[in-house]
């Protein structure tokens, strides 16, 4: 009767089974973050009643559901930040209830961070937005000012990729 050894079989099947797979996507600049990005969430650190209905929320989006906050990346690292700054009512003394306004358009360019981890968005040589990499298409956005300079409440935007 012949022995097989069967250490050389053992030894490559554990070659083959630890062999990475190429097409795997973990690298951030392997994954295209061109496209639309909508501005879904807009999460205050507490709860206002924005729009003065008596009910109040952390999420200014679900108060001002009219807010657009969107990102278009295109491949060429150039795009399009496209938002509408909250209003007060003529007249108004204070802060709230907020209204929607005209959207205003701004170019801008855009990259990842040496470490892959941030979209920089460049709106002049010194204006640059940070947004944290969540994933594939989630990114967000923080800001210890993220009604405006006036109102000053802390938070965070978080925006989704819009899928063809």
């Excluded at 679900?62 to 150039?78: A, F, M, S």
Aim: with cysteine; charged share 25%; aromatic share 8%.
């Amino acid at each position: 009767m012949k022995k097989i050894n069967l250490l050389p079989l053992v030894l490559l099947a554990l070659l083959l089974s630890n062999c990475s797979n190429d097409d795997d996507n973990s690298n951030s600049k392997e994954m295209d973050f061109s496209g639309d990005w909508i501005g879904t969430k807009f999460l205050v650190n507490e709860a206002y009643d924005f729009n003065n209905d008596g009910i109040p929320s952390r999420d200014y989006k679900i108060e001002l559901p009219c807010l657009i906050q969107n990102i278009t990346l295109n491949p060429d690292g150039t795009g399009l930040f496209k938002a509408n700054i909250h209003g007060q009512a003529e007249g108004q003394t204070t802060p709230f209830p907020l209204t929607c306004v005209e959207y205003e358009e701004n170019p801008m360019t855009w990259s990842l961070n040496e470490e892959e981890t941030k979209i920089l968005l460049r709106f002049s040589e010194t204006v640059v937005e940070e947004f944290p990499i969540v994933s594939e298409v989630v990114i967000e956005r923080f800001s210890e000012s993220l009604l405006d300079d006036t109102i000053g409440i802390p938070g965070k935007v978080v925006y989704e990729k819009q899928t063809k």
